[in-house]
């Protein structure tokens, strides 16, 4: 083990894992992450809960005996055994929570997938698993699909910290930001602490270069150059467009106007979270997600096999981003003067997201429907 996730660390990017499990808990593994590999954050998603419930782990055998026993619904099941993960995770991580004030330490619970294209039925979700986890370091995750960006503005303005997910494209990243700081007006105008309001934005890696070298291979010739640049181009253009609100020039601000109010009244920045970046391509560096995308005030959560991979033998240097704008544009340039339609990709990405993230959440539902009808039976 090299000292690499030490010097990512020093280097501003905050090490979340991207993972979570009652054995893992249970174990002691996550605190054994915090404690040995930087690890100050845990996020979740649907697909995560449905490995590790419907993996077979019998820890969870005992809540689902009672639930059986309650009768529960099988909905009412699901968010209690993963709001009681997330609350565990929450403890875990409180420490971590208490000596960076609060900016990391932080776990993170998605609303219900199925909501994704219904505001209202969102902001009603996110605030029940608030109330539910009952913990100030929880994030209640949101997508930022069209129907999500009001929804967002909406939780924060009650004071809810908020991990905006499924973010794929430069524009929407932009509208995730302004529903950020119309949520921070919101809150200000009630009277709220705005500095006990956290946000970050979840902008996917690795599935931008899967679809979009998919489409050059299929355009050839001169465009397979192109391969396996798009991802880190695109979210380097994100950071660009995180500075140009949030940035700060010899430790002053120097964003923009409607920042800079919000700051002076004790708001904090909405950080850029680097999510999916686990290596989809073997032909690629498995640290290429990590090593490639190191700049202050970032978050890069990461699964397992990523988070060893990088402490074992990622090089980690300073400004992988902000000297790479102009070479950043230029990829997407010629990306799309290849042909290649920037605008539907990240709405193919955007739609594959969330019906994953709904199947994922289907089979859970099945299998917690099967292990409550077990249960039930037993004499």
Known sequence: MTDALKRLSDEGVAIWLDDLSRKRLNTGNLAELVQNKHVVGVTTNPTIFQKAIGGGDSSYDGQLRDLAVRKVTTDEAVRMITTSDVRDAADVLRPVYDASN???????????????????????????LWWLVDRPNVFIKIPATKAG??????????????????????????????????GLESAKAKGLDLSQIESVASFFVSRVDTEIDKRLDKVGGDARDLRSKAALANARLAYQAYEEVFGTVDGKTAGSERWKALEAAGAKPQRPLWASTGVKDPALPDTLYVTELVAPGTVNTMPEATLDATGDHGVITGGTIVPNYADAKAVMDAIAAAGVDYDDVVQVLEDEGVEKFEQSWNELLDTVTASLASFADEK
């Open 102 to 128: 609060g900016r990391d330490g932080r776990v993170s619970i998605e609303v219900d997938p199925r909501l994704a294209h219904e505001t209202a039925a969102t902001i009603a979700e996110a605030k029940q």
């Open 149 to 182: 960006l009001p929804a967002i503005g909406e939780v924060i303005g009650k004071g809810i910290s908020v991990n905006v997910t499924l973010i794929f494209s430069l524009e929407r990243y932009r509208a995730v930001i302004d529903a950020y700081l119309t």
